[in-house]
Nanobody, 127 residues
């Protein structure tokens, strides 16, 4: 049974920073790409960032490039999302997810490529 548990959400003012963590258990974490998605009230879930199983390749949605950084520590079975210069439009529930298949060359932006999901953590950015 794979479990993903996010932490680090909260409320900040615009321009502030937060660091989200996602702790994984239940399978060989280091073999799977990991992604972060977000969903704002009344909106569809949106891809934010993903990282290859090795940590050597990352992808981002354009709206967070140069502000967010995804990283992972395979020794700790944890993936992180460092969020800087936060904007009110970043307000959402952020969820981490693990890809279905191991050792993929490029981490996916598609939610249906991910099999396991965390419960989400709320990020609120005030103007």
């Amino acid at each position: 049974q794979v479990q993903l548990v996010e932490s680090g959400g909260g409320s900040v003012e615009a321009g502030g920073s937060l660091r989200l963590s996602c702790a994984a258990s239940g399978r060989t974490f280091s073999n799977y790409a990991m992604g972060w998605f977000r969903q704002a009230p009344g909106k569809e879930r949106e891809f934010v960032a993903a990282i290859r199983w090795s940590g050597l390749y990352t992808v981002y949605v354009d709206s967070v490039k140069d502000r967010f950084t995804i990283s992972r520590d395979n020794a700790k079975n944890t993936v992180y999302l460092q969020m800087n210069n936060l904007k009110p439009e970043d307000t959402a529930v952020y969820s981490c997810a693990a890809e279905k298949y191991p050792l993929t060359a490029v981490p996916s932006r598609r939610a249906d490529a991910y099999k396991h999901w965390g419960q989400g953590t709320q990020v609120t950015v005030s103007s």
